[in-house]
């Protein structure tokens, strides 16, 4: 086993039990609770198989979901990011997604502040829809995801120094 894979699954460990034991606990204003555990899902190397990033992000939202006794709404919205994660680096990137260090060198920061930002968004919109999933609810699941990914992004962005070694892989 090398150290890029020694440091996933330290990464994976550190942020589900951050996220359970720590940040589920912290409810700013009643209802904003930030999910550094989509920090695992932003740093993943580029150039790593996408089948394992879709079976981690699956093991990741269904641990959350049985620590936490959720409803599955992780699960689903982890495993759905995982999976898109390609689309939103191409889109992104653009031609630099096929570079390992893409997001790291060479490439402007309004790029990676977009790659994050659409991570975060996507994954809050999706999680919200499915806690409520209502129509009578629509404003409720836009003010959660508005609110809850700009928590979620400022503690992405601050807590990026210590993730920077899986970034530049």
Excluded: C, W
Aim: proline share 3%.
């Amino acid at each position: 086993m090398n150290s890029n894979n020694l440091l996933s699954i330290f990464q994976f460990i550190l942020l589900l039990f951050l996220q359970v034991f720590l940040l589920n606990n912290i409810n700013l204003f009643g209802f904003i609770n930030p999910n550094l555990y989509l920090l695992f899902f932003i740093v993943y190397r580029f150039n790593s198989n996408p089948t394992i990033l879709i079976f981690l992000g699956f093991l990741m939202g269904l641990l959350l979901d049985l620590l936490t006794q959720g409803s599955g709404a992780h699960t689903i919205a982890a495993l759905t990011i995982a999976f898109v994660r390609p689309i939103i680096i191409r889109a992104t990137f653009g031609i630099n997604y096929d570079i390992p260090m893409g997001m790291i060198e060479g490439t402007p920061q309004n790029q990676r502040f977009l790659y994050i930002l659409m991570m975060i968004i996507i994954h809050h919109l999706l999680l919200y829809i499915i806690i409520y999933f209502s129509f009578e609810s629509v404003l409720i699941i836009l003010k959660n995801t508005l609110f809850t990914s700009f928590f979620t992004f400022i503690m992405v962005y601050m807590s990026l120094g210590l993730f920077k070694k899986g970034l530049n892989d």
